[in-house]
C-alpha cells in the first residue's frame, strides 16, 4: 500500500518536473526589520518581540553584529543583507567580499541561523551605475561561501524591485527590461547552479495606486471577488484573485522567456502603509491590517500562483516597525506591523 502510494506519488513528481523541484518545502511568512527609528528597540528588545509574535524569519538590510548576536542562540533563521554602499567594492574584489563574510557571517554561524545572503537592495534601479559588477559581487560572495563549506546552508542572491518587470499584465507577456539582460542572463545562470532562488519585492500598494481605479481596492487586498471581475490572462487562461500573484507570475514568465524556468521565487518585501498624507487615502490602518493577514493566509496556505499552484512563495513582510526617521512622503514612515 504504502509502496503504491509512493510509486504513485513519484510518477506525480516525475511529472511535474522541474515544478516539484521548486516545491521542496513549506512556505513560510517573516519579517523585515528596518532600523530608521528615532528610538530604535535594542536588539534584545526586537528579539523579545520575535518570539512573543512567534516570527521565525526575519531579513535584515545589513548584518549588524549586535543584531546577529541578539538572534544567535533562538533558532531564528535570517536573511542578511550585503548593504547597496557596500556593493561597488565587494563586485570588484574577490578579496573584500571574502572578509566580508569572514567579519558577518563566520563568525556568527551556526550559533546564528543565517540562511541566505541579499547582495543589495534593488540594485538595479536603485543605484544602476553598480549595474556591472553585480554578478561578480554575488559570485565571490558565493565562493568564499563554498571555501568555508557554508554554500549548501546559505543561499546567495539579490532583491529586485518587480519595476524591472515590465508589460506585467497580462503575466503571460511580462518580460524583464531588456536594458539588463547583460546583468539577468548571468544572475539567473548564477541562481540556477546555486540552487538559489529569485529574490523580488512585491508591491500591490503602488501598483494598485498608479493604476488610478483601473485595479479595484478589493484586487489588491486579497478580498473576495465576483467572478466576473477576476482578471483572465488571455493567453493561458489562468484567472487571477489578487495583485500578488499576478506579480509574481509575471516575474515567473519573466524568467521562462529567458529559458529559466526552475528558479523559485522568495518574496523579499511585501506590505500596506497604515497611514499616509491627504492624498493617500488608501493607506489605512483598517487595509494594511486587511492586506497582512490575507497576505499571511496565502502564503501559509502554500496556494502558490495561478502558474505554479502549490509552489511555495515564501514572503517577507515589510516590515517590523515604522520607519520615522525615513524621508520622504507620510505613507514611506508607515509600514510597520507592530
Ligand atoms: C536553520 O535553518 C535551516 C533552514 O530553515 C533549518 O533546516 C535548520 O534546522 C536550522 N538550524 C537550527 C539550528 O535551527
Ligand atoms: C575568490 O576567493 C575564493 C575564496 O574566498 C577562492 O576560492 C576563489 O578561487 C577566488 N576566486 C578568484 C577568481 O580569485
Ligand atoms: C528600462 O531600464 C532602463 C534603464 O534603467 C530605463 O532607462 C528604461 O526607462 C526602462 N524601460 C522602461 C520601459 O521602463
Ligand atoms: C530559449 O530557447 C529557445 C528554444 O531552445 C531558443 O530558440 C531561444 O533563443 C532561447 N532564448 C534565449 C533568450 O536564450
Ligand atoms: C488554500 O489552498 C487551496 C488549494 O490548495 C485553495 O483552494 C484555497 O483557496 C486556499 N486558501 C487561501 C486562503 O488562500
Do not use: C
Not at 204 to 218: F, M
Amino acid at each position: 500500500m504504502a509502496t503504491w502510494r509512493s510509486m504513485a506519488l513519484l510518477f506525480l513528481f516525475l511529472h511535474l518536473l522541474p515544478l516539484a523541484a521548486m516545491a521542496d518545502k513549506d512556505a513560510f511568512v517573516g519579517f523585515n526589520i528596518g532600523t530608521a527609528l528615532s528610538d530604535m528597540p535594542s536588539p534584545t528588545q526586537v528579539v523579545a518581540l520575535l518570539k512573543a509574535q512567534k516570527i521565525f524569519h526575519v531579513r535584515l538590510y545589513d548584518a549588524d553584529q549586535a543584531m546577529l548576536l541578539a538572534l544567535s542562540g533562538t533558532g531564528i533563521r535570517v536573511t542578511v543583507s550585503v548593504p547597496n554602499q557596500q556593493l561597488l567594492a565587494i563586485g570588484q574584489s574577490n578579496s573584500t567580499a571574502a572578509n566580508w563574510v569572514a567579519r558577518n557571517i563566520l563568525t556568527h554561524v551556526p550559533a546564528t541561523n543565517i540562511t541566505a545572503i541579499s547582495v543589495g537592495s534593488e540594485v538595479l534601479t536603485a543605484i544602476p551605475n553598480a549595474a556591472p559588477v553585480l554578478v561578480s559581487a554575488l559570485k565571490y560572495i558565493h565562493a568564499a561561501l563554498v571555501a568555508a563549506r557554508l554554500d549548501s546552508h546559505i543561499k546567495v542572491s539579490t532583491a529586485h524591485s518587480s519595476s524591472i518587470i515590465l508589460d506585467s499584465f497580462p503575466p503571460s507577456q511580462a518580460f524583464f527590461n531588456r536594458t539588463w539582460d547583460p546583468v539577468m542572463i548571468p544572475l539567473l545562470e548564477f541562481l540556477q547552479s546555486t540552487k538559489s532562488y529569485l529574490m523580488l519585492n512585491v508591491y500591490p500598494y503602488y501598483d494598485y495606486i498608479q493604476s488610478r481605479d483601473a485595479i479595484p481596492l478589493d484586487y489588491a487586498l486579497f478580498r473576495p471577488l465576483p467572478p466576473n471581475k477576476e482578471a483572465v490572462d488571455s493567453n493561458t487562461l489562468l484567472h487571477y484573485t489578487n495583485v500578488f500573484d499576478a506579480i509574481v507570475d509575471a516575474a515567473y514568465f519573466s524568467m521562462s522567456y529567458l529559458n529559466f524556468t526552475n528558479i523559485p521565487i522568495v518574496v523579499t518585501e511585501s506590505g500596506w502603509p497604515s497611514k499616509g498624507d491627504s492624498n493617500e487615502p488608501d493607506a489605512t490602518l483598517d487595509n494594511a491590517n486587511t492586506y497582512n493577514s490575507n497576505l499571511i493566509k496565502h502564503v501559509i496556505n502554500n496556494t502558490g500562483t495561478p502558474k505554479h499552484p502549490g509552489v511555495a512563495v515564501s514572503t517577507f513582510i515589510y516590515e517590523l516597525y515604522n520607519e520615522d526617521a525615513r524621508s520622504g512622503v507620510v505613507s514611506e514612515k508607515n509600514w510597520g506591523a507592530f
